[in-house]
């Protein structure tokens, strides 16, 4: 079975401060997914990486993926509050999507 | 363009009754997937429906059962419910029967068993 694991698992940070969330993966995938969840909710899809070296950027995240390592990186930039959330990345293989542990992100003023 | 939609938001049951939870796909999905988020914790694989047919199926015993319509929504059926069965039951859906198609999540069903 594939592993999906991510660290930190718990992740407190003052704001303006930068930070990275890293996602291993077991298996061969060329494509992952990060989404975001806040408390209570569902998920949200922040990211989709189609390809090796692949890297998009959103506001003060940034999201990168190398498939040769099977690591993706979050990388988040003078984080602000509104950043404070549990996210996920994603590896669909084989027949179902396998989700990572989270990193709960929490964003301190 | 509605995204998937759950129903009920949230219900509450008793142990030994049975829970059935709804999900619409958007338009033009085929597929369909459930998951198990207890409290606290990830989430867990539970059943991937598409045209019709149950495509793959996580480790969950087989209480937990569901079922694709022509239209392709789908129903989860969770019999002789047990305490731990107490989570926020999320519906996906993506365009194609192709796993690697992108997961769009609706707001979720929260079950609470007493």
């Known amino acids: 079975e594939l592993k999906v694991e991510q660290n930190p698992l718990f992740l407190s940070m003052q704001e303006g401060k930068n930070y990275t969330i890293y996602c291993n993966y077991s298996t061969t995938s060329d494509r992952l997914y990060w989404y975001r969840q806040d408390p209570g909710k569902s998920l949200e899809s922040l990211f989709v990486l189609l390809s090796n070296g692949a890297v998009k950027q959103e506001g003060r995240l940034m999201a990168s993926l190398d498939t040769k390592a099977r690591l993706s990186t979050l990388h988040i930039t003078a984080a602000v509050h509104d950043l404070s959330a549990t996210y996920f990345c994603?590896?669909?293989?084989?027949?179902?999507?396998?989700f990572g542990t989270g990193t709960s992100l929490t964003v301190i003023p | 363009e509605a995204g998937v939609t759950q129903s009920p938001t949230h219900l509450i049951k008793t142990r030994g009754q049975q829970a059935t939870l709804r999900c619409s796909p958007i338009s033009g999905h085929t597929s369909v997937y459930w998951y198990q988020q207890a409290l606290g914790l990830g989430l867990q694989f539970l059943l991937w429906y598409d045209e019709g047919e149950e495509r793959n199926r996580g480790n969950f015993p087989p209480r937990f059962s569901g079922r694709q319509f022509p239209n392709y929504s789908s129903e989860l059926n969770v019999n002789a419910l047990e305490l731990e069965d107490s989570a926020l039951y999320l519906c996906a859906s993506s365009k194609t029967g192709n796993p690697a198609g992108e997961l769009f999540f609706g707001e979720g069903s929260r079950l609470t068993v007493l």
């Open positions: 994603a590896v669909p293989t084989g027949n179902q999507f396998y």
